[in-house]
Every structure is written in C-alpha cells, then in structure tokens.
C-alpha cells in the first residue's frame, strides 16, 4: 500500500465505507474499487486487505455470504448491523482526524 | 473470459504446493488470483498460464502474507467466545446455573458432580478433539483454518480445568467457586460451538 504508515490506520474504514456504500464486495473488487476512487494512487495489497476483513468479521463487524461465481467460491463482505453504526462512527472520528491535520498541516486553508 | 475449472484446480494445486493448507484460507486466495487472471487475460490478451506467471511473479510476496501470522486469528476467537459469554441468554442461563448450585450446595448431587466435573470434561476434551481429527483430517482430508482456530477456546479451557480446578482442597469455599465457574465457561463452550458450527455451515460450500 502507497505510503504505508498513513494509511495503515485508515485501511479498516475504507473497507467499512465501501461496504456501507455498495451493500456487498469480495476481496478484489475491493483492491480494484479503490484503485479507481483514488486514481491508482492507493493500492490495498492482499496481505494487507485479507487480514483486515477477517479481523473485522471476527470483531463481528463483517458477515459473509459465500457464492459459486464462475467455477469457484466467492466470499462476499457485508456490514453486519454493528458495523453499520461502528461505520458512522469511525468516519466522524476520520474526518476530526482529518479537520486536524489540515489545521496542523495547513492552517490557512481551514479558515 | 471466465476460468475453466481446470484452470481453478491449477490454481489450487498450486496454493497447495506453497504450504496453503487450509481449504478455506485457499478458497479465498484462489478466488482472488483468478480474478486478477481473468483482468490479465482480457486486457492484455494473453493466456491463462502467461497471466498466471505474470501475477504470482509481481504478487507471490503480498499473496503468501495471506497465509502467514493468521495464529493472531486464534486470539480474535478469544473476543468472540467472550461476546457469547456477556450475551442476555448466556448470562440469564449462567446465573441460573449458579443460583442451582448454590441451593443444592450440601445435596449429594452437588457433591458428586464436583468431584467428577475435571473427569467428565476430560472425556468430553477427547471425545471432540479425537471426533474432529477422524472427520477432518481422516475422512474429508482437508483442514479448515475456521474449524482449528476455534480449538484455543477448547485448549484454554483443558488448562483450567488441569491447572486450577485439581490443586485445591475439594472442602474450600475457592473449590466452589471454580468449579461452578469452570461449569458455566463450558455451558458458554457449548452455546459458542453451535454459533461456530452454524458460520461454518454457511461457508462449507467453500
């Protein structure tokens, strides 16, 4: 992933936000989702994106659904009632985070 | 263009070559390479086995990190036997299960089933562990990571019940109070391997 350190903390709430907006996603449509938003800027490795969505799920923020597609099994990710609220939540709690460091970063563009 | 199903089982086989033992953790990996294969082929227009190259040689290193440090999973196993243990139904059962005890302290039941309870668990301990190596590893020969993570809750409490429940005199109030705690972790056991048995219902197909 582009910049590692900075995004790391983020990598849960993108997924959360994703999910919140598309209903339902499995793992490489994910990486490719963001790819796109961020315009090849930001690209979520397996090793990165994998563990996250399985933490989530144990965290029961995640529930899956698992579907033949093509030859094979496909696990889709969708927000489970808690993860919806926790979702809310994790983008206010980014978007102070991000109000901040504009205020630190560049104090000028936030008046 | 979709993958043929022996492009799948090369994909498998190949995972499997690699030390990705879990049919389950395998599953997801496989899905998510012959997703990337399918892009490569229809973009680039080349075929399955130069697409196939071309993404494990770029990815290999990533890919494999799925499989690596998922013991940290084990842990998160911990968190969910815990949710079970505070859920409304747990609780109200487990407290009911205590307020039992407490009534029949002196009755002979009580004094019987707290000088057997390590050994029936014991037998119990054995009874699942030996079950799922004969299904799992004998019969079906495939490990799921879902099904062996689950087994630190089981190890956990095989611990407990030979570290805490034995060394204490059998006539002390602290006895008591372990052995109708250890008791209602195991009444929790239960209710968290039917949660567990019916996710792993739902993913079976994997």
């Known amino acids: 992933m582009k910049n590692s350190q900075l995004y790391k903390g983020s990598l849960n709430t993108i997924i959360m936000k994703l999910l919140e907006e598309k209903g339902r996603m499995y793992g ?84 | 263009m979709a993958l043929s199903k022996e492009h799948i089982q090369f994909i498998d086989k190949f995972l499997q070559r690699n030390d990705v033992v879990y049919v389950d953790i395998r599953a997801e990996m496989t899905d998510h390479i012959a997703t990337a294969v399918e892009e490569r082929m229809k973009h680039e227009e080349v075929n399955f086995y130069d697409a196939f190259r071309v993404y494990v040689t770029s990815n290999k290193k990533e890919l494999f990190r799925m499989n690596k440090g998922i013991w940290w999973f084990s842990l998160q196993e911990l968190k969910i036997y815990f949710r079970v243990l505070i859920r409304p139904t747990s609780l109200i059962i487990n407290v009911c299960l205590i307020l039992f005890f407490i009534l029949l302290r002196n009755h002979d039941f009580y004094l019987s089933f707290k000088e057997n309870l390590p050994f029936y668990f014991l037998v119990a301990f054995l009874l699942v562990s030996v079950l799922n190596v004969i299904y799992f590893w004998i019969i079906r020969r495939e490990r799921y990571f879902f099904i062996e993570r689950n087994s630190i809750v089981l190890m956990i409490l095989y611990w407990i019940n030979l570290l805490l429940l034995r060394p204490f005199n059998a006539s002390s109030s602290l006895s008591n109070v372990l052995i109708i705690g250890f008791f209602c972790l195991c009444v929790t056991y239960i209710f968290y391997t039917i949660d567990q048995m019916k996710s792993f219902l739902k993913l079976r197909n994997i």
């Open chain 1, 28 to 111: 490489y449509e994910i990486t490719q989702k963001v790819k796109e938003i961020t315009l090849g800027e930001l690209n979520i490795t397996e090793g990165a994106l994998y563990p996250a969505l399985h933490k989530l799920e144990a965290e029961g923020l995640l529930d899956v659904e698992v579907e033949k597609v093509d030859n094979r099994m496909r696990k889709y990710y969708k927000l489970t009632e808690k993860g919806t609220t926790e979702t809310v939540n994790r983008l206010a709690e980014l978007e102070e985070f991000i109000k901040n460091m504009q205020n630190i970063v560049n104090p000028k563009l936030s008046y």
